[in-house]
């Protein structure tokens, strides 16, 4: 039974780098238990030079998810759901364009696209800009769908969110709570649309199996991080440096591995 597992292991990350995506998953972890937000931007542009765009989608998508299962109940009580629910309503609905935009441009410009939204948004974060408009409900269903749609073309829909909901004054664990459950209310939905519509296969349901354990260790390590004594403008300023160096890794690959 045990060499049945590590050959179908093996045969799931046949020459794509196991201990690669488990490094990055781990890192990734440790991001998301602290802040509840970092994790997609870092897993999404490696996993898909490892495995390829749609496959991408679902393995980083189905680990967020076992993620934001193990996070949503220790959150729940300070999430908003007037803004959540129809931010998440709008998400789930642009879902299909963003499948439909998965099957049809190539894995290059996907990794592209994907890594320069991570680029800009760091450079955002550090600058220190925030969303000054009304948080309307058409502002917030349109953030909303333009993430759903983000998310199921490369895995991240973060972005657009995060910089809308940090741009009020709730307080943090407001904020981490409102996070965490976007996540939760969204990502169930996208596995099945990529997986009914056949655009990427069970395989990279089994790569998210094999890698979760990884991902759950670490966000139970940086979620002891968020309760104990670290700093949280040090760890958001390194969690930031990582996502920029990833996202500038995804934009130079060419000229780097060339």
Known sequence: MTDQVIAYISALFA???LWTAIGVTLVAGLMRGFAGF????????????????????????????????QLFPQVRRHADWKILTP????ACAAMPL?????????????????????????????????????????????????????????????PPVLLYLLSGNDRPEVNRANIVTYYFLTQFLLIVIVLATGVAGWEALGRAVVLFPVMVLGAWAG???????????????????????TGMFGLLRNWLLG
């Open 38 to 69: 970092g994790s997609a931007m870092l897993m999404a542009p490696i996993f898909a030079i490892l495995f390829g765009s749609a496959d991408m989608v679902v393995t980083v998508v189905a680990i967020e998810l076992v993620v934001s299962l």
């Open 98 to 158: 963003g499948v439909w935009l998965l099957a049809s441009v190539d894995k290059n410009t996907i990794v592209t696209a994907v890594s320069a939204v991570i680029v800009a948004f760091v450079v955002l974060m550090w600058s220190g800009w925030k969303y000054t408009g009304r948080r309307s409900t058409v502002a917030t269903m349109t953030v909303g769908a333009v993430s759903g749609a983000m998310m199921a073309t490369t895995s991240v829909g973060g």
């Open 87 to 90: 931010m998440s309503i709008a």
């Open 15 to 17: 020459g794509v780098g």
């Open 223 to 245: 979620g002891r991080l968020f309760h104990g004594l670290a700093s949280e403008r040090l760890y958001r300023n390194v969690a930031l440096a990582i996502l920029f160096a």
